[in-house]
């Protein structure tokens, strides 16, 4: 699909990119972090590997990023939002909404539809968990064309960040309103004597990984490294993209939607804004929670964790793609 839209929407609308806010899945420290952590384990364990995907970005022709394999992490968001057509045709691949209260993995990814020809050209309507294994079989593919495994791999450097980011992973229908809260992007909180809310998702996207490891993604990178003790490796060195994100969805009912849902709103009737300033139409009337320092507590330790397992299961996605 990208390829039919064509390669030079890349180069398309950059302003749009940038004076929108919407939510992505870490924001781009959180992404930039991952990507930072995969590299510092396949500087140690897999050079070869290293080194060929540092030839792949070389090769890349397109401005939206920097080439560096922090910043193409960021890549697909900045894709997504450089028009229309390339939200369009992506946009639903960033996440898998898994169902609050019932765990559907193939309802969450439209059924699991067939990709006929290559990933890029793939339905609009897939998950996060498909397109990882659609763009890991292709970056491992020496005989599709380079442009095609280019994006495989900026598109995985930024999709398995994505679905260890728990919001990505779960979607709840409020049973008061029966709105879907859309990841969480249509539930409000306060901390600590706010009085103006923010999404539920954002506040994972971005607050959360300034609270839990600094701005500085070099110092927060190595912060996170750290959390790759023998025991933690050993632990969370295993299973498909499928299986990490049911883990981001349990992780999500354990952790992220616990001492926010489960008690009583301040409001319920607030309007979030959307991309053009006007109220989001995707959510109506939100309730909208206050939070304590307890659930802060808890949460940056879960986000240091997530960042983690993300840093060191994008490696083994490379190793294996690229034969390392």
Request: with cysteine; proline share 4%.
């Amino acid at each position: 699909m990208i390829r039919r839209l064509g390669l030079g929407l890349m180069m398309g609308s950059v302003a749009l990119a940038l004076g929108c806010t919407p939510s992505f899945g870490w924001g781009n420290d959180g992404h930039e972090i991952v990507a930072l952590v995969a590299e510092s384990i396949l500087k140690k364990e897999s050079p070869d590997a290293l080194a060929q995907v540092r030839a792949l970005l070389k090769k890349d022709k397109d401005d939206l990023t920097d080439r560096d394999i922090a910043s193409r992490a960021t890549w697909a968001d900045a894709f997504r939002e450089s028009s229309p057509e390339a939200r369009n045709a992506t946009r639903q691949w960033h996440f898998v909404d898994i169902d609050f209260q019932k765990a559907d993995m193939e309802a969450a990814c439209f059924g699991n539809p067939r990709v006929e020809g290559l990933p890029s050209e793939g339905p609009a309507d897939d998950c996060v968990v498909n397109k990882i294994e659609e763009f890991k079989a292709a970056l491992a593919n020496s005989e599709i064309p380079v442009k095609e495994r280019i994006l495989a791999l900026k598109f995985l450097l930024h999709f398995v960040g994505d679905v260890h980011q728990p919001l990505h992973a779960i979607t709840r229908v409020d049973p008061d309103t029966n709105q879907d809260d859309h990841g969480g992007n249509c539930v409000g909180i306060l901390r600590g004597h706010a009085t103006v809310p923010v999404r539920l998702h954002s506040y994972w996207d971005t607050t959360l990984v300034h609270r839990a490891v600094g701005k500085d993604v070099d110092i927060a990178a190595d912060t996170v490294f750290q959390r790759l003790t023998p025991a933690n490796i050993k632990k969370w060195d295993k299973g498909s993209a499928a299986d990490w994100a049911k883990e981001s969805y349990d992780v999500a009912k354990s952790t992220v939607y616990a001492g926010v849902v489960d008690q009583e709103p301040e409001q319920s009737d607030f309007m979030f804004r959307g991309r053009d300033g006007k109220p989001d139409q995707r959510c109506g009337p939100s309730n909208v929670y206050r939070i304590d320092t307890a659930y802060d507590d808890r949460a940056v330790n879960v986000v240091t964790e997530q960042l983690a397992k993300a840093g060191l299961r994008l490696a083994r996605t490379l190793q294996e793609a690229l034969g390392d």
